[in-house]
Structures are given as C-alpha cells and as structure tokens.
C-alpha cells in the first residue's frame, strides 16, 4: 500500500462531523432509556437477561469470563493501542494505520465518557462480579473498546493481505469475535444490560467506519486512480 501523507484538512472533515452525529445520537439512546422507556417491557426484558445468566453461574464460566472481560480492560486497551501505535509505523512506512488505530480507540473513549456524564444509567440489579467503576452502565465501555481495537486490528490486517481469502475470514473472525465474547462476558459478570453492550458494540465500529474511511479507504481509492492514470 502507499506512503500517502495525511490529509489533515480532508480528515478533520471526514471526522468530526459524523463523531459529533455519534456522540448526539448515544446521548439521546442513553436518556430515551433512562428517561422514558425505564419502566416499560422493553426494559423489564433487559434486566431479564443479566438475571438469567447471573442464575446460571458457574466457577468455570466466571473464570472465563474473568479472563475475557480483562482483554478489554483500560490498561491492555491503551498500552496495545501505543505498542501497535508504534509497530504499525515501523512495518507499514507510513502514519495512517497508527493514527487510524488511536482515533478510532480514542474517539469511542471520548463518546463513551461523554455519554456517561448525560445518561447515567444504574447497572444491573444482580450480584456483580467485578468491582463498579465510577462510570454508568450505557453504553458499555469495554465492548466499545473492544471493537475499536481488536476489530480496528483486523481491519488494517485485511486491507494489507486483501488477496488471501482465507486470512481475511480469520481476521474478521478473531476482529469482531472477541468483542463478542467481551460483551457476553460482560452481562455474564452483571456489570451491563443486553442494550449497553449492543450500543456498545455499534459505537465502535461506528468509530472504525469514520477512521477508515478517513484515513485507510480514501487514501487507497485515491492512489488506486493515480496508478491508472499514469499507466
């Protein structure tokens, strides 16, 4: 792929339009559930959920949910995101992985807080297994975290191996799978609702979609179009 410089002016552009859209639109999810749908069915469902799985705990499944949950913990979130910071410069010769990596971890970071501050959201009445940080329930942190970074991963892996098939399934597999495994470990655990991992899960990849296409697809397109004019 191109040493493509970045555009700064274009990706300014690109990105915080639809991030600002992102944010508005989880704050709003957040308060239409706490504000309005608190008492309804829906909601009443989504309690439903945690206390089912809480009901059927195992010493095993805690332990792997543990170990899950713990993948997408603040410090393995930021420490990965700096070394691969670091190692994509390195390999690939050129900024864009690494400044598309660290935005898209950043931004759902930055949405995320800022969700919390508006939607406070009580966290599942359940036994939990995890100390409660100080942030609320919606939307869930480490499932957005989580698929910013392992699914942000796999992405920059496809775009660089996009002629081997078989790689690009695994990739996608390994990318969107462990946040999966995230979230469930996460209502398992009692520390989110069905809802804030859902959330939680759109909004990163919501934040992959805005960083790549800022900084990985429209820098690929444009140097695809250059190659044919100069044959």
């Keep these: 792929m191109s040493k493509m410089s970045v555009d700064f002016k274009g990706v300014l552009r690109l990105i915080l339009m639809p991030l ?21 069915t829906l909601i009443a469902n989504d309690a439903g959920v ?92 480490h499932t957005s975290a989580a698929v910013a970074f392992y699914a942000g991963i796999a992405l920059v892996l496809i775009l660089h191996t996009h002629r081997f098939k078989i790689l690009n399934v695994l990739w ?21 609702h069905l809802s804030d991992v859902s959330w939680g899960y759109l909004l990163g990849l919501v934040c992959i979609a805005v960083a790549a296409n800022a900084l990985l697809l429209r820098p690929a397109a444009s140097d695809r179009k250059t190659s044919v004019l100069r044959t």
């Design 20 to 40: 600002v859209a992102m944010a508005v639109l989880t704050i709003a999810v957040g308060l239409l559930i706490t504000k309005v749908l608190q008492t309804t």
């Design 50 to 141: 945690n206390e089912q799985l809480a009901g059927d705990r195992t010493a095993y499944w805690s332990s792997i949910t543990d170990t899950m949950s713990g993948l997408s913990d603040t410090p393995v979130i930021i420490a990965g995101t700096a070394i691969l910071v670091v190692v994509f410069r390195l390999v690939f010769k050129r900024w864009n992985e690494s400044i598309f990596l660290a935005l898209a971890v950043f931004s759902q970071s930055a949405i995320f807080l800022l969700a919390t501050v508006f939607a406070q959201r009580k966290r599942p009445e359940v036994e939990r297994l995890d100390p409660a940080p100080p942030t609320s329930s919606f939307p869930s942190g």
């Design 172 to 192: 996608a597999l390994i990318g969107l799978g462990i946040p999966l495994g995230i979230a469930y470990s996460r209502m398992y655990r009692g520390m989110h």
